[in-house]
């Protein structure tokens, strides 16, 4: 009977071992997953910081007056005047509310006593 448990007991702590054994290689190789990701989302992230820094330095007014001025004679460029865009009569008209200038619930409560002298010719 001594021989019997003992028998199990070391088969059990066999498949335990080799449970233990699995379980930590599978969260060792999810762990080399995981630093590889992170390590390409760091170069992402550095190559994004690159890629912004080199767009500042492109598009410095300064850098592209003076491109402008060197190609004038092959683009013809000129700078675009307001009007070239929409005109003012184009431009969608906004209904400006109260509320939205004093900013929010709080706007709406302290607004119920306001004569319409003050609020002449703001629509609700």
Do not use: C
Not at 64 to 82: G, M, N, S, T, W
Not at 84 to 99: H, K
């Amino acid at each position: 009977m001594f021989r019997i448990t003992d028998i199990v007991l070391v088969i059990a702590m066999v498949g335990a071992a080799a449970f233990t054994y699995t379980t930590k290689h599978a969260a060792e190789a999810e762990y080399a997953k995981i630093r590889k990701l992170e390590a390409a989302i760091r170069l992402e992230e550095e190559s994004i910081d690159l890629l912004k820094a080199d767009w500042s330095l492109l598009t410095q007014p300064s850098r592209l007056q003076k491109l402008a001025d060197r190609y004038y004679d092959d683009l013809h460029l000129v700078p675009i005047e307001p009007h070239q865009i929409a005109e003012f009569n184009e431009l969608p008209e906004r209904v400006l509310r109260i509320e939205e200038l004093l900013g929010g619930t709080e706007a709406t409560a302290n607004t119920q006593g306001v004569d319409d002298l003050t609020t002449s010719g703001v629509q609700e």
